[in-house]
């Protein structure tokens, strides 16, 4: 199993470009979640998904927007990248929600806005 | 709102030394308690979690954590640093049993030889 994988490892855009990371999991888990990491913030959860075909705001959302078409992927997309979206973008999947219910995370996509 | 606090972004110990990593919660409910690892240009993984069968939680890598109702605290421990024990690590609460994670704001453990 390749667990949690994200696409891309590393990307600079320009302002104003838009992207779109891609998360896949082969754990045939129910939800998937996007979280950013910056500096001395610790992670905060941009947006996540309870299953196919849903998704939801987190505590950051402003700026990007999901979809989970399939099961086993998550896309985070954003339309017109500011500086302020520079950050380390980790995804994270779980098979149920559950109190003791670990989350697992990707590697990370490494974002630079210009 | 249910927060998590970290005492100390920065924490540096000597070869051989105790860590000690401090976790405080905020939680009007039973909490739901994990510590992750996230070493260096890597994502996080689970050194261990809460799951009320016991206070004093074993997890990977001879780190454990002592839950402590009357202080709200969650902190991890390790009796000896290695070298390769340097990393950033995550205390989280999940505020309820559908809840999703809240993380701290992460402390960096360094180890001096």
């Known amino acids: 199993n390749a667990g949690v994988t994200q696409t891309p490892k590393f990307r600079v855009l320009k302002t104003g470009q838009s992207m779109t990371l891609l998360c896949a999991q082969d754990?045939?888990?129910?939800?998937m979640y996007w979280y950013r990491q910056d500096p001395g913030m610790g992670l905060r959860l941009i947006h996540y998904?309870?299953?196919?075909?849903?998704?939801a705001k987190g505590e950051v959302p402003d700026g990007y927007n999901v979809s989970r078409l399939k099961k086993q992927n998550f896309l985070l997309g954003l339309e017109s990248a500011a500086p302020s979206q520079t950050s380390v973008y980790f995804c994270?999947?779980?098979?149920?929600?559950?109190?003791?219910?670990?989350?697992?995370f990707g590697p990370g996509t490494r974002l630079t806005v210009l | 709102a249910q927060s998590v606090t970290q005492l100390g972004s920065h924490v540096s110990v000597s070869e051989g030394a105790l860590v000690l990593l401090r976790c405080n919660y905020s939680?009007?409910?039973?909490?739901?308690l994990f510590w992750y690892v996230q070493y260096p240009n890597q994502g996080l993984q689970l050194l261990l979690k809460y799951t009320s069968a016991a206070t004093l939680v074993k997890g990977i890598n001879g780190f454990e954590a002592e839950f402590k109702k009357s202080e709200t605290s969650f902190h991890l421990t390790k009796p000896s640093a290695h070298m390769s024990d340097a990393a950033e690590y995550f205390c989280a609460v999940k505020p309820g049993s559908q809840g999703n994670l809240i993380f701290g704001k992460g402390t960096k453990l360094s180890v001096k030889p």
């Open positions: 939680s009007s409910v039973p909490p739901y």
């Open positions: 994270a999947s779980t098979g149920l929600a559950g109190a003791y219910n670990e989350q697992f």
């Open positions: 754990m045939n888990h129910e939800y």
């Open positions: 998904s309870v299953g196919e075909g849903t998704t």
